[in-house]
């Protein structure tokens, strides 16, 4: 047998799963151990490995790959982590990390309910505080000249300054370091003289070479801060699984989309940030390619939130910023926008307005929704989904788990008291509420940026996913929703991550290039970027093979701001690929940003070329067993269940685990409660479970 | 002179003209303009709450479309736009989450077209009026509105519009913001509201009459595209909307959010006493190269749930110094919403219901025509919401209800730096320098303010980079920092504002114009506590800076630079040379409670941090530090300190009437 082993480690689950060469997955759900992240990382491998009748060593033994997602990177930044941490910029520069850019510092990453609350906002603690920032007599200008040479003696200075102080950890980025890197790379030579070989050192100009101080030094700070715990972290995790047998490389998954073998991973641990959403997508891109879809709408609800992400043509759109506390720092990453609102979001009425609200607040897993009878009083959509009777209170999580449906109604009664409705009311107000935000966070994503929603296809994932996404695509008027894999939907981030392959990207930006573009220079840049990728995956064990190289070029318009990607293709351009670059650039964002929105008048700007290389890893196969069909799904027993958006109850098919299986037809209204979700089909739709274990639901 | 037709006049065009668009409570609208007034109040709180989102997302949206057609960097970078969501008469459902300002302002557009339009040339399906007249409802001309009404089934069913700010509409300025305007006839002429787009066709006569008055027709003509695309998208999703709910139902819902609205304010009003409340500022020069003061004041009078607001004393009108009826009318949203409407979307127009504005025409803060008013959008409508926040802040501190919701916004001051010349790539540029949005924001009564967090009410306005700005134009910064002492002192200081100090790099000079106001005196005292530090700029001429970078130099301040310093009035004009050094200082915002009531070990900490000098430690906050390297609290010397701050107040303070 040879396996692939993820895990996916978030705030409050550790998602493990274990595929085999048919495409069997086997799943491990531990609590997560924030005191000790890794502790869940293994007791997650010893579910898996007990249910596969063997223990942690035999599963290792076994296994080809092992790859891991981790929250550690995400928690050590919102915790703020105990890490003495400098930054050394170019003087004059010092406050940048802040003023954060003004009004961004206040309202980034926040819902516009959260910033308009001015009584509370603030700007968060410092990455690094004032005192703790070094500025540097040198100076570079926006060609890339040096206007004020490197002053060696004032940078030694400064290095035997920190070198005497307790540093854990070292950022440095300059003004234009992107565009001519000669000093920080100096400064970086300088530190490694002066201070321990164990301080963590990362330079802007390595790490995210990208025109904008402000996001690139928060990058850099925010990996300086939380370097030293996340590498020793991973290192840990390496150095175990080497312990109980595992003789291949440990691979962290990135957010832009790949996976790092560890010893990239521990030198830019601020790629692990939202890798876990990012994994989700990199999965859906799979399948995507497996099933023929090109677009797809990929729509995670857990416990806390609902993340969105978009693939279009295949590729999962990524953007080039992500924010993290209020931080807007320069990593690209998959585009995935959140909202709070997930299976333990509370249900509140405004005051003196009497609305009924949902979100953005949530229960989180202790004490969980009020049903879970662990003194929650607080009423969930989770909550509504019970009184429903979607979810079967003696039969929760597969059996596993029994629901406490007084402690749901007790939780409504407030909500009742205070707008004069009845029970069922509450339930059915709570999901449409609910549902209606998702929809809305959909139709932004699709609707506003270019895309229509009916070209798409959901793919509902997540713990609740499956459950409420069906109703929210028919108001969509989206024809066709999978739930991927069928159970192992509700780990899908886990399994998305054996789908990624290694990633290098490397971009070259700000060259204020206009057209007509040279073909030759253009080959000449890619080349250089090309020739560093390839050696990375080389040294990685990549043969020639293996490797995929992908160029793209982002143009805008002379006068306008707005940046597009296009695909450059490969080996030598010529002045042909340079006209079809920038059709292709107009065609485009015709598309994004509409009609007679181009100024082509105002000419063409080159703003970065960029380089994805993937060295391809041994992905999953996705065909499941050869089933007997449960092509009736066995002896279907029947229950009225109320559906909220139809506002009544329905005599509704009801499906557990072991009724259902690869080839089987369903009508709705049904329900499939499986072992760790809860599929919702409405009365208008039906559908197939194909070989994969795919749940497709069609209106 | 009033046209008779058929019984219907409109308002008054010439008076507005002349002294700004008052509605009436009743409008007079041509009688073949069927109004959807109908809609169902039968509501069910679930069917409220999920239209309500949708509502909201359909504005946000309209805004995004904006944005992403125009791709001008004053939309991308500055956000300086708005989208509004009307009723069928013009009450505001919702305010995009941009620049605040443009909203409230738009229900004067659409009544104003209601009386004035509806009959010639009408008001149809698909039709879209521009307009940019500060008379009738406009900060100033370079803010356009365009303005579209929807109708289902023949009438009148809702309005949309939005609000973009524009590089450049003319006038003797580069900009259209002419400091140095003795009356509107040196500015951008208004355009008053006319046809833009017919029945879904965009007029071409009309687009070039307007691009016609630009420096950059070509960006103005993008923008037009964008800010049509935007309300032709939005319309398509209000018929959507009405097409799945019905429009008695999407009607009853939008006003039930303003009834909302109005449900809030007046609860929180009438947690307060009736009185009036006076605030009394200065407006330094009324255009380039004036320095006398202009007094600005204000009266809010709270009688049982109607506020109204007068300003008896204010100075008359002179100069490019002025604000019309609208910039005042629309100021008032930007003390309301954040403190008073904050968890209704920033929805006012319930608020407006009951708020009278009762001031005199002819005066700086209702200007009258002829007057200057492009700067009406920038500095006379900040020391208006200076003024406004005076009077609103010190009648919430009568009621315990509404004191904790105070925010001391108002900036000291602010400052606009428009630049121009040959770029560094060898193209002629212009500018209005975003660093403008580094401004302080203000204290809480239970905590600080934020250090350059920028516009109170325009939530999502960026800092440029440096490396945006050295990109884009011939600059070289020294420095940009936090300003210290910047931040009003208070037990709860304000938030401090930014230095940003810079050379021409890489061209022969810039051509500057500094147009700004609160430099010599702050535009708000705050309540109980300091004011924030006023705007500066100055110069370095013919500075050493050349043999500083030589000698592997930056300086860490304009003081440290030799040559000669000069120190500008609020409005000036120069050129800046390739060695001369200048620096500018945004404002900082008030502080709430006395300074000597705060916590040492916060003084402490902004002394670390550079927000606070030893010296205003010392002698504001009484508070000494021991003298080690690890500085702390020395705190019975603290304690000394203070009594005797004390005892110095109380030795110099006169009662003002005895003396």
Redesign the interface.
């Known amino acids: 047998m040879s396996y692939l082993v993820n895990v996916d480690i978030g705030g409050t689950h550790t998602d493990g799963v274990v595929i085999d060469e048919q495409g069997e997955i086997t799943d491990g759900k531990v609590a997560s151990t924030p005191d000790d992240f890794s502790a869940g990382f293994f007791s997650s491998l010893e579910v898996m490995a007990n249910k596969l009748g063997t223990d942690i060593e035999g599963l290792l033994n076994d296994t080809e790959l092992v790859s891991h997602g981790t929250t550690v990177g995400t928690n050590a930044v919102l915790e703020g982590d105990d890490v003495d941490t400098k930054l050394v910029t170019?003087?004059?520069?010092?406050?940048?990390l802040?003023?954060?850019?003004?009004?961004?510092?206040?309202?980034s990453g926040l819902s516009?309910?959260e910033?308009?609350?001015?009584?509370e906002?603030?700007?968060p603690d410092p990455l690094v505080?004032?005192?703790d920032t070094y500025?540097l007599?040198?100076?570079i200008?926006?060609?890339g000249d040096v206007?004020?040479?490197?002053?060696e003696e004032?940078a030694r200075d400064i290095a035997e300054t920190i070198a005497e102080s307790d540093v854990d950890s070292v950022a440095i980025s300059c003004?234009?370091s992107f565009l001519n890197p000669d000093h920080e790379e100096r400064m970086e030579e300088i530190l490694e003289e002066e201070i321990d070989s164990d301080v963590f050192l990362t330079r802007s100009s390595d790490l995210t070479p990208t025109?904008?101080?402000?996001?690139r030094t928060a990058a850099t700070a925010i990996n300086a801060l939380i370097g030293p715990s996340t590498s020793e972290y991973i290192e840990k995790i390496d150095d175990r699984l080497e312990e109980l047998g595992y003789d291949g490389t440990l691979l962290v998954m990135q957010v832009g989309g790949g996976v790092a073998p560890a010893e990239d991973a521990i030198r830019e641990p601020v790629r692990t940030i939202d890798s876990g959403p990012a994994a989700g997508m990199t999965g859906c891109s799979y399948l995507a390619d497996t099933l023929e879809h090109d677009n797809i709408i990929a729509a995670d609800m857990g416990g806390t939130s609902f993340d969105v992400g978009l693939i279009t043509d295949g590729e999962p759109i990524t953007k080039a910023t992500n924010v993290v506390r209020q931080y807007d720092y320069s990593i690209r990453n998959i585009d995935i926008e959140s909202i709070g609102n997930g299976g333990g979001s509370i249900a509140w009425v405004?005051e003196?307005?009497?609305?009924?609200?949902v979100g953005p607040q949530s229960v989180g897993a202790d004490p969980g929704p009020a049903c879970y009878g662990q003194g929650g009083e607080k009423f969930t959509v989770t909550d509504a989904a019970v009184l429903c009777g979607f979810i079967d209170p003696e039969y929760f999580l597969g059996g596993r788990e029994s629901l406490d449906l007084d402690s749901a109604k007790a939780a409504a009664e407030s909500l009742m008291d205070a707008?004069g409705?009845e029970l069922m009311?509450v339930a059915?107000?709570v999901i449409?509420?609910s549902n209606?935000?998702m929809a809305?966070l959909i139709?932004?994503r699709t609707?506003?940026k270019?895309y229509d929603p009916r070209n798409f296809t959901v793919y509902a994932y997540g713990g609740a996913g499956p459950l409420y996404l069906p109703s929210i695509a028919n108001r969509l008027s989206v024809d066709e929703i999978i739930v991927p894999t069928g159970d192992s939907s509700s780990v899908w981030s886990a399994v998305g991550i054996s789908s990624s392959d290694v990633l290098h990207r490397n971009e070259e930006s700000?060259m204020?290039t206009f057209a007509p573009f040279d073909p030759e220079d253009m080959t000449e840049q890619f080349s250089t970027i090309e020739d560093d990728i390839r050696a990375d995956l080389e040294s990685e064990g990549f043969d020639d093979e293996d490797i995929r190289l992908e160029r793209y070029a982002n143009l805008?318009?002379g006068?306008?701001?707005?940046e597009v990607t296009v695909p450059v293709p490969s080996g030598e351009l010529t002045e042909d690929d340079m006209g079809e670059i920038i059709s292709r650039f107009e065609e485009k964002y015709e598309q994004?940003?509409?009609e007679?929105?181009?100024?082509s008048?105002?000419g063409f700007e080159l703003v970065t070329l960029r380089v994805d290389g993937y060295g391809e890893s041994t992905k999953p196969s996705l065909r499941a067993e050869a089933a007997e069909a449960h092509t009736d799904g066995g002896i279907v027993e029947t229950e009225e269940i109320f559906w909220p958006a139809e506002n009544e109850y329905l005599d509704t098919a009801v499906y557990y685990q072991d009724d259902i299986g690869p080839g089987m037809d369903f009508d709705g209204p049904a329900v499939m409660r499986l072992n760790n979700t809860t599929v919702a089909i409405p009365e208008s739709d039906s559908g197939e479970i194909d070989q994969y274990n795919n749940i497709i639901i069609q209106s | 002179m009033a046209t008779d037709d058929q019984g219907h006049e409109g308002s008054d065009v010439w008076e507005d003209f002349q002294q700004g668009y008052v509605p009436e409570d009743n409008l007079d609208i041509h009688p073949d303009l069927d109004l959807h007034e109908q809609y169902t109040k039968d509501i069910d709180t679930v069917t409220y709450e999920v239209l309500r989102h949708r509502l909201w997302t359909v504005n946000e949206e309209h805004g995004q479309t904006l944005e992403n057609v125009s791709g001008s960097p004053v939309a991308y970078f500055g956000q300086d736009f708005n989208p509004t969501l009307m009723t069928h008469d013009g009450e505001v459902v919702f305010n995009g989450p941009y620049v605040q300002l443009f909203s409230p302002i738009a229900e004067l557009q659409v009544k104003w077209i209601l009386e004035n339009r509806s009959d010639n040339p009408g008001i149809e399906p698909g039709d879209i009026f521009i307009s940019n007249d500060p008379w009738v409802g406009s900060t100033h001309q370079p803010d356009v509105f365009f303005v579209a009404p929807i109708f289902v089934d023949g009438e009148l069913f809702c309005w949309i519009a939005n609000t973009l700010h524009q590089y450049d509409i003319g006038g003797k300025s580069a900009g259209s913001f002419v400091p140095g305007a003795s009356d509107v006839f040196e500015e951008s002429t208004p355009i008053p509201p006319i046809k833009a787009v017919e029945g879904g066709e965009v007029r071409k006569d009309v687009k070039q009459m307007y691009q016609r008055h630009s420096r950059m027709p070509d960006m103005v003509g993008l923008d037009f595209n964008a800010q049509v695309a935007g309300l032709q998208v939005t319309q398509e999703q209000i018929h959507d909307l009405i097409d799945e709910y019905g429009a008695q139902t999407v009607k009853g819902v939008m006003d039930r959010i303003i009834e909302d609205s109005e449900t809030k304010f007046l609860e929180k009003i009438r947690e307060l006493p009736d009185g009036t409340w006076r605030a009394r500022e200065f407006m330094e020069g009324s255009k380039t190269g004036d320095d006398d003061l202009y007094v600005a004041e204000l009266q809010l009078k709270k009688e049982g749930d109607t506020l109204t607001f007068t300003n008896e004393g204010s100075a008359k009108n002179e100069g490019s110094m002025n604000l019309t009826y609208a910039g005042f009318r629309t100021a008032i949203s930007c003390a309301v919403n954040p403190m008073l409407l904050y968890d209704q979307l920033w929805v006012t127009s319930g608020a407006y219901r009951h708020i009278d504005i009762d001031t005199d025409p002819g005066t700086l803060n209702r200007a009258e025509y002829p007057s200057g008013v492009s700067c009406g959008g920038t500095l006379s409508i900040e020391l208006s919401i200076a003024l406004i926040y005076d009077v609103m802040t010190r009648m919430f501190s009568a009621s315990d209800e509404t004191r904790d919701e105070i925010i001391t916004d108002p900036l000291a001051g602010l400052i606009v730096l428009s630049q121009a010349g040959m770029d560094q790539w060898g193209n002629p540029f212009g500018t209005m320098n975003l660093d403008v949005m580094g401004t302080g924001f203000g204290a809480r009564t239970d905590k600080d303010g934020i250090d350059v967090g920028g516009i109170l009410f325009s939530p999502k306005g960026k800092l440029p980079n440096i490396e945006n700005n050295e990109q884009d134009y011939p600059m070289l910064y020294l420095y940009r920092r936090e300003s210290e002492d910047s931040a009003g002192h208070g037990e709860f200081r304000g938030g401090g504002g930014m230095d940003s100090c810079f050379i021409p790099h890489n061209t022969e000079a810039i051509q500057t114009v500094v147009a700004g106001n609160g430099g010599v005196t702050p535009n708000t005292r705050g309540i109980g506590a300091y004011p924030g530090a006023p705007i500066r700029s100055r110069t370095v001429d013919g500075s050493d800076i050349e043999e500083r970078f030589e000698n592997q130099e930056i300086p860490g301040d304009i003081e440290e630079v030799d040559g000669d310093m000069e120190t500008y009035p609020p409005k000036a004009e120069f050129v800046q040379g390739a060695i001369d050094v200048m620096e500018t200082r945004s404002p900082g915002t008030a502080g709430y409670g006395d300074p000597l009531e705060r916590d040492p070990e916060k003084v402490l900490e902004d002394l670390k941090e550079e927000i606070v000098s030893e010296e205003a430690a010392n002698d504001i906050y009484g508070v000494v530090f021991d003298d080690d390297d690890e500085r702390t609290v020395d705190e019975q010397a603290t304690e000394d300190r203070r009594e005797e701050l004390i005892e110095t107040r109380l030795a110099e303070s006169t009662i003002p009437a005895e003396e």
């Open positions: 170019t003087k004059g520069s010092e406050s940048v802040s003023m954060m850019r003004g009004a961004a510092g206040r309202t516009v309910e910033y308009l609350h001015m009584q906002v603030t700007k505080s004032k005192k500025g007599n040198e100076r200008d926006c060609m206007v004020v040479e490197f002053d004032q003004l234009w025109w904008g101080e402000y996001e405004e003196n307005t009497d609305r009924l609200r707008t409705m009311d059915r107000g449409e509420i209606a935000q809305d139709s932004q609707i506003n270019g700000n204020r805008s318009y006068l306008q701001v707005h994004l940003y509409g007679g929105a181009g100024a008048q105002t």
